[in-house]
């Protein structure tokens, strides 16, 4: 009896061991990861004056508290950048604090939880976050129950007693096999990698997710301009041909000319074509909105049908800092790669290391059904294996410089990521000035041409001018109509891309969850990570 417990306790002491040193083994040997500073201007390049605090993008982006690092990482993942002390970084914004408009609102709610392209994000994340869950569990003995039963006649050239006989064995037990003890990291420095690439999943599905809000809301507001052109290409045919009547009945009397009763023809079947062309560029407008939401477009979605009933984006308070770029969901998204590279150095240098790996079952054997779970039918194996490297003819290190190259390219993809958002940004707000300025002309050009309209029909219907002075005065006053609108659709599009290019808009309140899948991971599978996965979106660690 006292033996059995000693073979008992072997066993168990063997798989308590493995468990262990699984938990306990935290080293890995990835460099420790720094945040690169990319060069750039220290200052929002728009061509104004922006509100104190909007520059310094370049220390930002080497300074500012990793907000995507997670908590409790290990030295390869530590960020050694601002002092704990530091501003941290801001959350992503909820894009309701910035779309004001209910409509506009509403369209996007539809297509958040409509839109195939977000679907498939969604999808994509609960792929990484599995792939993710597969390489954690290689931190943990996998332990299988196996039963097998094996029967076989010996002939009698074999047997010792010179007749042949049949024999039985039948084996019953749990055990694992082949587990690596990660005494260098290289598992978990796969897992690490594995994690990270989960967050930029999660960063590029957010991506996404701000894309559509800001691709809804331009097809709003293109819908909305192009119905307020189809309704002004109407009015247009009405005056032509209302114009036009006039003419002939001015023919008829002998007071103008053949040639102007051509004219003013022309001019109402150019406004018959233009109608046409505007009722359909409405209908395409509705398809493309209707495709982005997923479902197809009802009257009551879209009621305005002049830009004036859109309620603008919200402005863009002062002071908003270039620290924003760095929670930009494609910002995050590289920065998440680029430490999935860094892990992926630590794997691979951990090839130059031993490698050792346990095999342990305990379970009961007997060459009888009936005798194998009684007393003495007990058996256990232990078998641990050291796998050391001596000549892999440079594979390994070959290894190890792939690894630092892959590195290297995801730091220029990193911080061509941040160049690329610091320049939208400032073409944005660049854009954004011009186009105050351009309409505030146009408005003014307006009013210009509508004066110049009104004179030049009066001029012509008392005698003194052509009808062809009064052409050009109407053809500059409806380009000019259509300019004013194109101008208003411009500068509300310029607010949907800065609302995009400052990574969600310019406050502080945290996002709304992209799925509820996506809320489970911190919870779930990936539970000793929650914090990690938390701080994809920029919160706190807990």
Request: charged content about 20%; some cysteine.
């Given at each position: 009896?006292?033996?059995?417990?000693g073979?008992?306790?072997?066993?168990?002491?063997?798989?308590?061991?493995?468990?262990t040193l699984s938990v306990?083994?935290?080293?890995?040997?990835?460099?420790?990861?720094r945040?690169?500073?990319?060069?750039?201007?220290s200052?929002?390049?728009?061509?104004?004056d922006?509100a104190?605090g909007?520059?310094q993008?370049?220390?930002?982006?080497a300074?500012?508290?990793?907000a995507?690092?997670?908590?409790?990482?290990?030295?390869?993942f530590?960020?050694?950048?601002?002092?704990?002390?530091?501003?941290?970084?801001?959350?992503?914004?909820?894009?309701?604090?910035?779309?004001?408009?209910?409509?506009m609102?509403?369209l996007?709610?539809v297509?958040?939880s409509?839109?195939r392209?977000?679907?498939?994000?969604?999808l994509?994340i609960?792929?990484?976050r599995a792939?993710?869950?597969?390489?954690?569990?290689?931190l943990?003995?996998?332990?299988?129950a196996?039963?097998?039963g094996?029967?076989?006649?010996?002939?009698?050239?074999l047997?010792?007693?010179?007749e042949g006989?049949v024999?039985?064995?039948?084996t019953?037990?749990?055990?694992?096999s082949?587990?690596?003890?990660?005494?260098?990291?290289?598992v978990?420095?796969?897992?690490e990698?594995a994690?990270?690439?989960?967050?930029?999943t999660d960063?590029?599905?957010?991506?996404?997710?701000?894309?559509?809000v800001a691709e809804?809301?331009q097809?709003?507001?293109?819908?909305?301009?192009d119905?307020?052109?189809?309704?002004l290409?109407r009015?247009?045919?009405?005056?032509?041909?209302?114009?036009?009547?006039?003419?002939?009945?001015?023919y008829?009397h002998?007071?103008?000319g053949?040639?102007d009763?051509?004219?003013?023809?022309?001019?109402?079947?150019?406004?018959?074509?233009?109608?046409?062309a505007?009722?359909a560029k409405?209908?395409?407008?509705?398809?493309?909105?209707?495709?982005?939401l997923g479902?197809p477009?009802?009257?009551?979605m879209?009621?305005?049908?002049?830009?004036a009933d859109v309620m603008?984006?919200?402005?863009?308070?002062?002071?908003v800092?270039s620290?924003?770029?760095t929670r930009?969901?494609?910002?995050?998204?590289a920065e998440?790669?680029?430490k999935?590279?860094?892990a992926?150095?630590?794997?691979?240098?951990?090839?130059?290391?031993?490698?050792?790996g346990?095999t342990?079952s305990?379970?009961?054997a007997?060459?009888?059904?009936e005798n194998?779970?009684r007393?003495?039918?007990?058996?256990w194996?232990?078998v641990?294996?050291v796998?050391?490297?001596?000549f892999?003819a440079g594979?390994?290190r070959?290894?190890?410089?792939?690894?630092?190259?892959?590195?290297?390219?995801?730091v220029?993809?990193?911080?061509?990521?941040?160049q690329t958002?610091?320049?939208?940004?400032s073409?944005?707000?660049?854009?954004?000035?011009?186009?105050?300025?351009?309409t505030?002309?146009?408005?003014s050009?307006?009013?210009?041409?509508?004066?110049?309209?009104?004179?030049?029909?009066?001029?012509?219907?008392?005698?003194?001018?052509g009808?062809?002075?009064k052409?050009?005065?109407q053809?500059?006053?409806?380009?000019?109509r259509?300019?004013?609108?194109?101008?208003?659709?411009?500068?509300?599009n310029?607010?949907?891309?800065?609302?995009?290019?400052l990574?969600?808009?310019?406050?502080g309140?945290?996002?709304?969850?992209l799925?509820p899948?996506?809320q489970?991971?911190?919870?779930?599978?990936?539970?000793?990570?929650?914090?990690?996965?938390?701080?994809?979106?920029?919160?706190?660690?807990?």
């Amino acid at each position: 009896m006292r033996r059995k417990t000693g073979m008992n306790g072997v066993a168990l002491s063997a798989a308590a061991l493995a468990l262990t040193l699984s938990v306990v083994g935290g080293c890995t040997l990835a460099p420790e990861y720094r945040r690169p500073a990319p060069a750039m201007p220290s200052a929002w390049n728009a061509g104004q004056d922006v509100a104190p605090g909007a520059g310094q993008v370049a220390q930002v982006a080497a300074q500012a508290p990793d907000a995507t690092a997670p908590a409790g990482s290990s030295g390869a993942f530590a960020h050694s950048g601002a002092p704990t002390g530091a501003q941290p970084a801001m959350q992503t914004p909820d894009w309701r604090q910035v779309v004001v408009d209910a409509p506009m609102a509403r369209l996007v709610d539809v297509a958040l939880s409509s839109n195939r392209d977000l679907r498939v994000a969604v999808l994509q994340i609960e792929k990484a976050r599995a792939q993710h869950a597969i390489a954690r569990a290689d931190l943990f003995p996998h332990i299988d129950a196996s039963g097998a039963g094996n029967a076989g006649r010996t002939a009698q050239s074999l047997s010792p007693t010179g007749e042949g006989y049949v024999s039985h064995a039948y084996t019953v037990g749990v055990g694992f096999s082949a587990y690596e003890l990660d005494l260098f990291g290289r598992v978990r420095s796969l897992k690490e990698q594995a994690l990270e690439r989960f967050l930029s999943t999660d960063a590029a599905a957010r991506s996404v997710q701000l894309t559509l809000v800001a691709e809804v809301g331009q097809a709003y507001l293109t819908l909305v301009a192009d119905r307020e052109q189809l309704a002004l290409a109407r009015e247009i045919l009405e005056t032509e041909q209302a114009s036009f009547e006039v003419v002939q009945s001015r023919y008829g009397h002998g007071i103008a000319g053949e040639l102007d009763v051509a004219r003013a023809r022309t001019t109402v079947d150019t406004a018959r074509v233009n109608v046409a062309a505007a009722e359909a560029k409405v209908t395409a407008d509705e398809n493309a909105l209707a495709l982005l939401l997923g479902t197809p477009v009802t009257p009551d979605m879209v009621p305005a049908c002049r830009l004036a009933d859109v309620m603008p984006l919200a402005d863009v308070p002062a002071g908003v800092p270039s620290e924003v770029l760095t929670r930009r969901p494609d910002v995050v998204a590289a920065e998440h790669t680029l430490k999935a590279a860094n892990a992926n150095i630590g794997a691979a240098r951990a090839q130059f290391f031993p490698r050792i790996g346990l095999t342990a079952s305990y379970g009961n054997a007997s060459n009888d059904m009936e005798n194998l779970f009684r007393a003495g039918a007990h058996t256990w194996s232990f078998v641990p294996q050291v796998t050391l490297p001596i000549f892999h003819a440079g594979a390994i290190r070959a290894g190890v410089e792939t690894a630092e190259a892959d590195r290297d390219i995801y730091v220029a993809q990193y911080e061509k990521a941040v160049q690329t958002a610091f320049r939208e940004v400032s073409d944005t707000l660049a854009q954004g000035r011009s186009l105050a300025v351009q309409t505030g002309a146009q408005t003014s050009l307006v009013e210009a041409t509508a004066t110049s309209y009104s004179l030049a029909s009066k001029r012509y219907e008392s005698g003194i001018a052509g009808y062809l002075d009064k052409l050009d005065a109407q053809r500059s006053y409806a380009v000019a109509r259509q300019n004013l609108i194109a101008m208003h659709l411009a500068r509300q599009n310029n607010r949907l891309t800065l609302f995009k290019a400052l990574g969600g808009g310019w406050r502080g309140e945290p996002m709304p969850p992209l799925a509820p899948s996506v809320q489970e991971t911190a919870g779930g599978q990936v539970s000793s990570d929650a914090s990690a996965v938390a701080s994809a979106d920029g919160s706190p660690s807990k």
